[in-house]
């Protein structure tokens, strides 16, 4: 079945300092990609979408391009604020018995430091 | 305000003694689903609804029960609770177009002794 891989956490870094957490999927067909972020204490929250090949999404500083070629939807921001510490999750959905289910990575921890 | 609720947040209980976590969402949604959430497994789907009186399972639903008897409300059942039921639980729904955004509840802690 179709699966996501994202990178092991935790991401420990500074104020301002750039962020990549790498995701990689295996889908048969050709899913939407999603960022969700779960900031502690709540529920998960929808970062940003792409739902073809080439798309671009993008929200709050964050981005991450649709790679059809390597299979990859890498979330990147140029300068990370304390307020981003959260657990970020990659996800695809897949379509299973007409309901579009997501199918999430593991989780990557991020924690900023002043 | 747009939001999807979960009841209770955080709730210990002891082997064997049933249980139901609710979930209800004010947007009208016909697609609702329950996943878990575990350390180094992400989320995982135990089941899905997409109107009243239809539910069906997802990939982790041993051991759990489902009802959807009105738009709103999702609530998940633990029959007979067991120590590998404690996890954190989160539901969600959607309108369930492809690329569309699951809006989730805030999540409920269960701890199973």
């Known amino acids: 079945g179709d699966s996501v891989t994202q990178m092991e956490g935790p991401v420990t870094l500074s104020e301002e300092a750039f962020l990549t957490i790498n995701c990689t999927y295996t889908?048969?067909?050709?899913?939407?990609l999603f960022w969700y972020v779960q900031y502690p204490g709540e529920g998960l929250q929808l970062l940003l979408k792409?739902?073809?090949?080439?798309d671009k999404g993008s929200n709050k500083g964050f981005e991450a391009t649709y790679r059809k070629e390597t299979t990859s939807f890498h979330l990147e921001k140029g300068s990370v604020q304390v307020s981003d510490s959260a657990v970020y999750f990659c996800?695809?959905?897949?379509?299973?018995?007409?309901?579009?289910?997501?199918?999430f990575g593991a989780g990557t921890r991020l924690a900023v430091h002043p | 305000e747009a939001q999807v609720t979960q009841n209770p947040r955080y709730l210990i209980t002891v082997t064997g003694k049933k249980l139901t976590v609710t979930c209800s969402q004010n947007?009208?949604?016909?697609?609702m689903s329950w996943y878990r959430q575990d350390p180094g497994l992400g989320l995982r789907q135990i089941y899905y609804?997409?109107?009243?009186?239809?539910?069906d399972k997802g990939d982790v639903p041993e051991g759990y029960k489902v009802s959807r008897k009105e738009k709103r409300n999702f609530p998940l059942i633990l029959e007979s609770p067991s120590p590998n039921q404690t996890s954190l639980y989160f539901c969600?729904?959607?309108?369930?177009?492809?690329?569309?955004?699951?809006?989730f509840g805030p999540g409920t802690r269960l701890t199973v002794l």
């Open positions: 792409a739902t073809k090949a080439d």
């Open positions: 609804s997409m109107n009243v009186e239809v539910t």
């Open positions: 996800a695809l959905s897949e379509s299973a018995g007409g309901y579009n289910k997501l199918i």
């Open positions: 969600a729904s959607t309108i369930n177009f492809e690329g569309s955004e699951q809006f």
């Open positions: 947007m009208n949604h016909e697609y």
């Open positions: 889908a048969t067909g050709y899913p939407s």
